[in-house]
């Protein structure tokens, strides 16, 4: 060994830097003259801006017949305006190293931007105009509702897709529109077309019920200057309040197998409707739900994958359809899907459901240990810094707040609420979330292998519908 490796082993390691505090970040709120709400998130360091944009366009103001036609308004935002031809919008979006995404879900549309700092000033130029003045083309919406007709083939042939589609079938009401796919069936979709997209356009999306979220490091941007020169150019008239349909939902427990002849794998989505993230029970469910199936320590992995076998991973999760607006008369209208997802292979289907529902028993008699709660918090809670190191993480969080009538710190209050929860609160949360005798279990497999050992169970009545 030289005298230099020597000199260089005695070197003393680094040793740790204090710990920081955090907390997610508080953004400050304005508005536009056009009566856009702004709400701004400096974030030194973070040189790429994400700009969130949530337009009150939900799938249930679609048109009857036309379910879809939300997403196909959003994919044409950048295929054209008064200025720019696709191609020539797609170029300049290009050239100032900025990416535009929009979607359509039941809350309402969003449009997200990501562009350098040094190139903000284009970048909001360009959403400006895709939101001022799409060209909605003729040529543009047929093509783009042929690309969405070749999309639905594809979808319905992943199992995991088909599932959540016939879910939701089962779950709602057929005069609800949670009932049926977001981006429309082939039917609706065909019947879409430029006028129709323009009047929908035309109806819902206008600068005074739309929210701006802008996030990234905004030294030396006059971001008011800005905004007032690119968004606030965007003129549109208010609107009547919509009303808004409560959600009901049918969770009387059974099971729906879409047969599928010869699938070696059996997809299995379980779920129910709960409280959405206004009930004060939210973060207890947050807890529990993570507790049964958020990671690969939780229960059901544990049970179902390390000591059985008979899948890569099961998840149970809970997600916000559509929440609660607590200016809105008449009590509650959201809700949150709680659900429990999975594949395994065929002959394995009614043994894994079997210990499923001994894992959901289990829970409800015996509750969650003191051990699995404090591993939950640990990862929820102090995940949460690497969760959102990047803007557009945080203007995301941001956006989903201000879609679901939350106030600016939620997520901030969540964090600490999360670590205050206890493991019998937990427990209780959990065991109301899937409660053995009211969840709706669909199967996508080979149901002439798999129905006689499922009806077994004893879990629900088993229909079999064709996939």
């Not at 799409?134 to 070749?150: G, K, M």
């Not at 042939?157 to 879910?167: D, E, T, V, W």
Request: glycine letters at 8%.
């Amino acid at each position: 060994m030289t005298d230099a490796a020597v000199t260089m082993d005695l070197h003393p390691q680094p040793t740790a830097g204090e710990a920081r505090p955090w907390a997610f970040p508080a953004p400050e709120r304005g508005a536009l003259d056009n009566g856009m709400t702004v709400l701004r998130c400096h974030r030194p360091g973070q040189q790429v801006v994400a700009v969130e944009i949530s337009l009150a366009a939900p799938l249930d103001a679609e048109p009857e017949g036309l379910d879809g036609i939300a997403t196909i308004m959003v994919r044409a935002f950048s295929e054209g305006t008064d200025k720019h031809s696709a191609e020539e919008f797609a170029a300049e979006l290009e050239r100032c190293g900025a990416t535009l995404d929009a979607a359509a879900d039941h809350p309402g549309v969003r449009v997200s931007l990501e562009v350098p700092v040094s190139r903000l000033p284009k970048g909001l130029g360009l959403l400006a105009e895709a939101l001022r003045a799409p060209a909605f083309l003729e040529s543009e919406i047929e093509r783009l509702v042929n690309n969405r007709l070749d999309e639905i083939p594809h979808e319905s042939a992943n199992p995991a897709r088909r599932a959540a589609k016939q879910l939701s079938k089962e779950l709602f009401p057929a005069s609800l529109r949670m009932s049926r796919p977001r981006q429309g069936t082939a039917e609706t979709v065909a019947r879409i077309d430029a006028a129709g997209v323009r009047a929908f356009y035309d109806a819902h999306v206008r600068p005074a019920t739309a929210t701006a979220v802008v996030v990234g490091d905004l030294t030396d941007v006059d971001l008011d200057t800005l905004l007032a020169e690119t968004l606030g150019t965007w003129t549109g008239n208010m609107a009547a309040a919509r009303p808004v349909p409560p959600i009901t939902a049918d969770d009387t427990g059974r099971v729906v197998i879409v047969d599928r002849p010869g699938a070696v794998q059996t997809q299995l989505l379980i779920g129910r409707i709960g409280a959405d993230r206004h009930d004060r029970v939210w973060p207890a469910q947050v807890l529990g739900t993570y507790c049964l199936g958020g990671t690969l320590t939780s229960r059901l992995d544990r049970v179902l994958r390390e000591e059985k076998g008979y899948t890569y991973g099961v998840r149970a999760y809970g997600q916000v359809i559509r929440s609660s607006d607590p200016a809105t008369p008449g009590g509650p209208t959201g809700a949150a899907m709680l659900a429990i997802s999975g594949s395994v292979d065929t002959e394995s289907t009614g043994p894994a459901l079997d210990d499923l529902w001994k894992v959901l028993r289990t829970l409800a008699a015996e509750g969650l240990t003191d051990a699995e709660r404090d591993v939950a918090v640990q990862n929820l809670v102090g995940v949460a810094p690497l969760k959102y190191e990047t803007a557009a993480s945080v203007a995301d969080t941001l956006a989903d707040q201000v879609e679901q009538h939350l106030p600016d710190d939620f997520q901030a209050q969540l964090y600490a609420r999360l670590a205050e929860t206890g493991t019998v609160e937990a427990t209780a949360a959990a065991v109301n979330a899937f409660p053995v005798d009211r969840l709706v279990t669909v199967l996508v497999g080979d149901a002439a292998q798999i129905k006689d050992a499922v009806t077994a169970l004893g879990i629900g009545e088993v229909t079999v519908v064709t996939g």
